[in-house]
């Protein structure tokens, strides 16, 4: 849940990047770090194994004033995306407040795309939570790759509903993309948590 301390001004919001594994939610946030200006973000902080694969998750915080008179916290989280993990993305997505599902446009990780958002929805009713709740948003990612699946392909298994979420191709390892996908999430949020602290404006993040 969202933290607001009225008296700092201050907002603290929680967002997870989710997907099936090596669908690129660690080359996000690492792309992210090395785009934003120092004086915004914190330290990235990674535990993986030697194969770099995501062993307990990936965090870093990044620092904005989107609401008027409020500071606002972005706290990025990834979740391992390897299936024995799943405990560990059910504690990851304690307290969050937006998702960004990361799929994998590799043909062959279609049913390990599809398999991971069920494992989200599944994972956010162990935390009595849901994606009608939590705002969301769709990145498409690895769309360099050579015959990628194809853009409407991908929207009809994942966006396939009358009030379609936002959803944004992206190519997390030139960073192509990864900025869009975070401000996506983060106007959701702002919109949603203007109302709680007063502030009837709200800004999107440029960096975000
Ligand atoms: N071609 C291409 N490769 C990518 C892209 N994004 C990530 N990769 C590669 O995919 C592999 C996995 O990326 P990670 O970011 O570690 O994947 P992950 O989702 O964090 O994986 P887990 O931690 O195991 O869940 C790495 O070799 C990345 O370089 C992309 O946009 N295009
Ligand atoms: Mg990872």
């Known amino acids: ?26 080359t996000n946030l690492v792309n992210l770090h090395q785009n ?18 995501t062993l307990f998750f ?21 979740v391992p995306g390897q299936p024995v993990y799943n405990a560990t993305r059910q504690l990851v997505l304690k307290g969050v407040d937006g998702i960004v599902f990361v799929v994998d446009s590799h043909w062959d990780k279609m049913e ?15 935390n009595h939570l849901s994606l009608a709740q939590i705002p969301y948003v769709l990145q ?3 769309r360099d790759i050579e015959n ?19 959803s944004f191709e992206a190519s997390a390892k030139s960073g192509q993309g990864i900025l869009e996908t975070l401000n996506g999430v983060a106007r959701l949020l702002l919109a ?8 009837n404006k709200e800004q999107a993040p440029t960096t975000p």
């Open 112 to 126: 390990d795309n599809v398999e991971s958002f069920a494992n989200l929805q599944e994972n956010l009713i162990e």
């Open 58 to 78: 990936d965090f870093m915080s990044l620092n904005t004033q989107t609401l008027p008179g409020f500071n606002t916290r972005f706290q990025l989280y990834t």
């Open 192 to 199: 949603k948590y203007s109302k709680s602290t007063g502030a």
């Open 148 to 166: 990628p699946a194809p853009l409407y392909y991908l929207e009809y298994c994942f966006n396939n509903r009358a009030n379609k979420v936002l």
């Open 36 to 53: 934003v200006m120092s004086t915004q973000k914190g330290e990235l902080v990674s535990l993986a194994t030697e194969a770099d694969r």
């Open 140 to 142: 498409y990612n690895k």
């Open 1 to 26: 849940m969202a933290f607001i301390n009225y008296s700092k001004r201050e907002i603290q919001l929680k967002i997870v990047y989710y997907g099936c594994a090596l669908s690129g939610k660690t």
